[in-house]
């Protein structure tokens, strides 16, 4: 069993910045693949970003391509979202996921554990 805890939603104007934590428990941590996903209110959860279990690949949503970073420490049981230039589009609760695979999956159902989600506001 995996737990994930998600922190560092805010509120957020147009064009800032915004880094999102997973603390994950777990001796096993390196063997699960981690992603991101976001919900805005009314809409489906989607991909955001997602790092392989060893952090050696990436996968971001397009939407997310460029501005956004995500890393991770197996040492600390720890994955980072860092995102830049922020929209209101953006707007969103953010999950983190653990998948119990090190391969990376951009679909949910491809993932196995999920945490509470953080509440992110990009203000115009």
């Known amino acids: 069993q995996v737990q994930l805890v998600e922190s560092g939603g805010a509120l957020v104007q147009a064009g800032g910045s915004l880094r999102l934590s997973c603390a994950a428990s777990?001796?096993?941590?390196?063997?699960?693949?981690m992603g991101w996903f976001r919900q805005a209110p009314g809409k489906e959860r989607e991909f955001v970003a997602a790092?392989?279990?060893?952090?050696?690949?990436?996968r971001y949503a397009e939407s997310m391509e460029g501005r956004s970073s995500v890393s991770r420490d197996n040492d600390k049981n720890t994955v980072l979202l860092q995102m830049n230039s922020l929209k209101p589009e953006d707007t969103a609760v953010y999950f983190c996921?653990?998948?119990?695979?090190?391969?990376?999956?951009?679909?949910?159902?491809?993932?196995?554990?999920w945490g509470q989600g953080s509440q992110v506001t990009v203000s115009s």
């Open positions: 996921a653990g998948r119990a695979r090190p391969r990376i999956g951009v679909r949910a159902d491809e993932y196995d554990y």
């Open positions: 790092i392989s279990g060893s952090g050696g690949s990436t």
């Open positions: 777990g001796r096993t941590f390196s063997s699960y693949a």
